[in-house]
């Protein structure tokens, strides 16, 4: 078994789920704008960014949107979404994720954020986790967004890493192509195992405790 001196995490959707408030977010925008909006397009949506996350749900528009528009919309989006956020709290933390933290963490290993969010450390926060890990890489300091590699080779060189040494969790495609293409191995959760593209295929998310051990 390959020994790995830091995790990198995925946010949403591997440490925790806030795929009901993005969709609400992005649903009270596109009704506002007359766009149909539904959940089979809003799983289009995980793991990209905003603005990319925006051109998806434009492409039943029929107008023409500035870039000024555009970017008040999403700032609109965004807004909804963070008033949403405030209702999560340390209970929308599993018992279980907060357990395999503590243990990788006493096993050794540097713990790093590695989200495409530029509300990252704001949800971490209300999750309890404000200064739990060792780095955050997100949307705030990136500007290629997965599956470009740069949000997770950012959080390896936070965490004074080489890409070899890391494991990226993921629970998205696009977030695995993201580890691949920076040399990373990574494990697979939820949705994402189905891509066949994980080192490793996680059923729980405590498998990781397998999967690190030195």
């Not at 009901?20 to 809003?42: C, M, P, R, S, T």
């Not at 495409?116 to 999750?127: D, E, V």
């Not at 890391?166 to 192509?177: M, R, Y």
């Amino acid at each position: 078994m390959k020994k790995y001196n830091a995790v990198i995490f995925d946010l949403d959707g591997v440490i925790c789920h806030t795929d009901k408030y993005h969709y609400q977010a992005w649903k009270a925008v596109a009704d506002e704008l007359g766009i149909y909006f539904d959940e089979e397009i809003n799983n289009r949506l995980r793991g990209v960014s905003r603005m990319e996350s925006f051109e998806i749900i434009l492409e039943r528009y029929e107008g023409e949107m500035s870039e000024e528009e555009k970017e008040c919309w999403t700032t609109k989006k965004n807004d909804i979404y963070k008033e949403l956020l405030k209702n999560m709290s340390p209970a929308d933390l599993s018992a279980e994720v907060k357990e395999t933290l503590d243990d990788l963490r006493a096993n050794g290993h540097k713990l790093a954020i590695g989200s495409s969010s530029k509300n990252a450390r704001f949800i971490l926060g209300q999750l309890g986790l404000g200064e739990y890990f060792d780095a955050i890489s997100d949307g705030n300091n990136i500007s290629k967004s997965k599956p470009d590699p740069e949000v997770f080779v950012k959080a390896a060189e936070y965490v004074d890493e080489q890409a070899d040494k890391c494991l990226v969790v993921e629970d998205a495609k696009a977030g695995l192509q993201a580890a691949i293409a920076g040399g990373m191995d990574c494990a697979a959760i939820g949705d994402a195992v189905a891509s066949g593209l994980g080192t490793y295929n996680l059923s729980a998310f405590a498998d990781l405790l397998k999967v690190t051990a030195k």
